[in-house]
C-alpha cells in the first residue's frame, strides 16, 4: 500500500465549499435554454463541438448573478483558474479574457475534488504518456518533476510505464477528435494541479487541517455538557473595559514620552548616530552620579524604582536610615534564587531562611503568620518560587509604605539634586584618517566581581536590628572593605570579623569550625579565588571569621523543636 | 511458468484498468450515455474477477518459500505492481460512483457538460472485454441501479486490499524498478522512435556541442590577436 506521510493530526483537506457552488454554476450554463452558446472550434482538419468565448462565459455570469462587471470578470477567471474551464487558444495562459478568445468546460472527472487531491502517481503516469506522445520533449519544470517521481515513487515505477503504455494504447481506440479534446482536458488539469514555476496554485490552501470536514459529529450529551461549561468559564472571566487599559495606555505613554530615547532623542547624543559611547557611560548600572532622567524617573511608580539597580541601591541607603533594610535584602536574593542556578536552589532557598525568616534570624523580616506558614511549608521541598508569596508580600509593603516616604525623604532629594544633566554632544571630530580612539568597556568577568564586592561590602555593613539579636556594631567597618574575597554569590556574604557567624558555614558544616568553613565556600567561586592570586597574598584569606556556630539560628530541620528564639548573647 | 501466467494476468488487469480510467473521463460528458454505463459495469466486473484470480496467484507463490531468491524478488516486485493496480483501481471506482450521483442520466433538469467529446467509448470497452464487438443489453435505468452494486464493489476492493496489506508482508520500498526513466521512449509504441534513451542525457549532449563550439571560436579568436599583436611588436622593435 502506499506509505502516507508522519502526520502530527494533520491530515484532512479544509472544507471548500467554493467547489460545490461552482459546480451548481457550470451545470446551470449547460442547459441548452439558459445556458451558454456553443460554437465549434476548427483545429487542423477537425472540428471539435462545444468551444465558448470568453465573452459569452461573462454575459453569462452577469446575467445569472446580477453583480458588476468587474466580479463577473473575476468571478469567471477563478473558474478557469481552478480547472472548471479551460482556454483553448493559450492553454498556459489560465485567465479569463472578456474578448473571442474560445474556452471549453473541463470533464467531470477532472474537477477539483475536497477529498482529495491530485496524485502523484497520477502525475507520473501523465508525464510518461507525455514522452510516449511528443518523444521525450517534456517542459523544464516536467523533466524535474519527472526524475523527482522517478526517485520518490520508484518502487511503482514499472507499474507506472506499463500503465501509461496502456492508457496509451486504449486512447488510440477512440475517435481523433476525441483524442485531441483528452489531451486538451488532461493538460489543462494537470496545469491547475501541478502548476508550472511562476503560475499562480489557486487550489493551495497552506496546511492540512486537523478535523475532517466531512466527518458527521454526533453531539452527544457529553459534548453538550462541556459546551455548556466552557460558556459559564467564560461568563466569568474578570475583563478590563476597554476605557481603562486604553486609559492606562495613553497615561504611561504621555509619562514616559520624554525618557524615550528614540521618541524624545537622547542626550549628550545617540551613541549608535554619533559613535560617542557617552551617553552608555553616563548611564551605567551602577554609577557613581545618575543622570537627571533616570532619577525623576524613579518617582513615576514602585517598580521603576526597583528595576534600576542605582535606585535600588540608593533606596536601600534610605531603609537602613528606617531600619527596615532587611526587606530590601529579602527582595533581592528572592530574586537571586529565582533567576539563579538550578543546581543551587536548594542551598539558596536554606540560606534565606536563615537569614531572614528563622525565628532569630539576623535579618528577620515582618511577614503576616499566614504567609510564614505558607512559606516554611514550601521550604520542605524547595524550588524556585517557593519565596513567591513572601516575596510579594514584602514588594507590596515596600510599595505601599516605605516607597512613599522615600520619595520625601532627603537622600532622594539630595540624589535629585546632585544628578547631572549631559550637554548636548558636540560631534567629536574623527581625525585625519579616521583614527578614533576606541576605549573598550570593562570585561562582564570584571564587572560582576566588583557587583560582588560591592554586595558584600553591603552586606557586611548592614545593620540589622531585630528585637532579638544584640549584634553588636559590625567590627567589619574597621577592617575596611579593601581585601573581601567574593566568597559566595548570594547576599549573605562572609563578615570580616569573628563576631557575626557565617550563616553558609553553618549551613554547610555545623560541626567544624573554623578557617575550613569558611573555605569551602570559597572553593564555590574558586574562579573569582584564580583571578584574584595575583592581586592579594593568600595570607589574607586565612585570618577569616571563625564559624562559630553558636546555636542562635536553627537549621531548618531543628526549628520544630526549638520554637522560641534563644536569646543568649551573641559569642 | 508461474511467472509468466502471473505476468500475463498483471498484465491483463493493467490494460483493463487503463480502459477503466478512459471511461470514467466520459461519465458527465457529452458521449455519457445508458451504454458506457453498462460497459463501466462490465469492465469492472472483469476487473475485480481478474484482480481475485491475481491475488491469489501470488499469494501462493508468495507464500510458497521454496522459491529461490531472484524469483522472490520478481514476484515481489509484481506484487507491488499488483497493489498500485488495484489503488488506482479503486480511486477510479469512487470517483465514478461520486460522478454516477451526480449525473444520473434520465433527469431532465440536469444537463451533461458539454466536453466537447463526441464519439463513444465502445472501442475502449471491447478492447478491455477483449471481444470484436460490445452488445448492449441492460435496462434504461442502469445507471441509477448500478451505483449500489458499484458502492458494494467498492466495499470489496476495499477489504481485499486490507487483506492483502496484513497477510502478505511485501516492504513497498524495497522493490526496484526495472525499466529507467525514459523507458517509454524506446517502446515501439512511439512512430519513429529513435535511439533517444534518456531525456536528460540528450539535452545535455546538444547544450555540451553549443558551449564547445563557442568555447573554441573564442579560444582561436584570442591566439590570433596575440600572433597579430606579437607580429607587430617584432616588426616596431
Partial sequence: MTVTRLDQGQRYRPRMAFLKKIEALMMEMQSPDTGIKTQTQTVMVANIPHAVTGNDIMQWILQRLQITAEEALHLGDLFVKYGYIYPLQEPKNLTLRADGSLYRFQTPYFWPVQSWA????????????????????????????????????????????????????????????????????????????????????????????????????????????????????????????????????????????????????????????????????????????????????????????IRDPKGRQNFQLFLKKEFSGENLGFWEACEDLKYGDQSKVKEKAEEIYKLFLAPGARRWINIDGKTMGITVKGLEHPHRYVLDAAQTHIYMLMKKDSYGRYLKSPIYKE???????????????????????????????ILRQQEEEAKAREAANTVDITPHSKSPAPPASTTGPQAVPPVSPGPPAPPQGTACPSPISLALDSSTAGPQGTRSPGSRSSWGR??????????????????VPHGKVQPLGGRERRRRPDSGAVS | MVKEECKALLDALNKVTACYRHMVLTIGGTSDSQNLREELKKTRQKAQELAVANRNKLTTVLKDKSVSKEDKAEFERLWVIFSTCLEILEIDMRRALELGHEFPLNVPKKHLIQTGMSGGTSGVAARAMSVQNMKYEAEHNIDVVDLKDLENEINQVGEM?????????????????KQDPGAELKSTISVGASSIGMISVEENKSFCDISKVLAGIIFTAVLLIAIVLAVCVVKLS
Fill in chain 2, 161 to 177: 486490499m486490507y487483506e492483502m496489506e496484513m497477510k502478505v508482508n511485501v516492504p513497498q520500498w524495497t522493490v526496484e524498478a
Fill in chain 1, 530 to 547: 584564580f583571578l584574584r592570586r595575583g592581586c592579594w597574598s593568600s595570607a589574607a584569606l586565612s585570618p577569616r571569621a571563625r564559624a
Fill in chain 1, 415 to 445: 540624589m535629585l539634586a546632585k544628578a547631572v544633566v549631559p550637554q548636548e554632544g558636540v560631534k567629536k571630530s574623527t581625525g585625519l584618517f579616521g583614527r578614533r580612539h576606541l576605549r573598550s568597556s570593562p570585561s562582564p568577568i
Fill in chain 1, 118 to 305: 491530485a496524485d502523484d502517481t497520477d502525475y507520473a503516469i501523465y508525464l510518461a504518456k507525455k514522452n510516449i506522445k511528443r518523444k521525450g520533449i517534456l517542459e523544464e519544470y516536467e523533466k524535474e518533476h519527472y526524475n523527482m517521481l522517478n526517485q520518490k515513487i520508484n518502487y511503482k515505477w514499472d507499474f507506472v510505464i506499463m500503465q501509461a503504455k496502456e492508457q496509451y494504447k486504449a486512447g488510440k481506440e477512440r475517435k481523433k477528435e476525441d483524442r485531441y479534446a483528452l489531451d486538451c482536458q488532461e493538460r489543462a488539469y494537470w496545469l491547475v494541479n501541478r502548476t508550472p514555476p511562476g503560475m499562480l496554485d489557486a487550489l493551495e490552501y497552506g496546511l492540512d487541517r486537523v478535523t475532517d470536514p466531512n466527518e458527521n459529529k454526533k453531539n452527544t450529551m457529553e459534548f453538550y455538557r462541556r459546551e455548556i461549561m466552557y460558556y459559564q468559564q467564560a461568563i466569568m472571566k474578570t475583563r478590563v473595559k476597554s476605557s481603562v487599559s486604553l486609559g492606562g495606555i495613553v497615561k504611561y505613554s504621555e509619562q514616559f514620552l520624554s525618557n524615550d530615547p528614540i521618541l524624545s532623542g537622547c542626550l549628550p547624543s545617540n551613541p549608535w548616530i554619533s559613535d560617542d559611547p557617552e551617553f552608555w557611560d553616563l548611564n551605567a548600572k551602577l554609577v557613581e552620579v545618575p543622570t537627571r532622567m533616570r532619577v525623576e524617573r524613579w518617582a513615576f511608580n514602585f517598580s521603576e524604582l
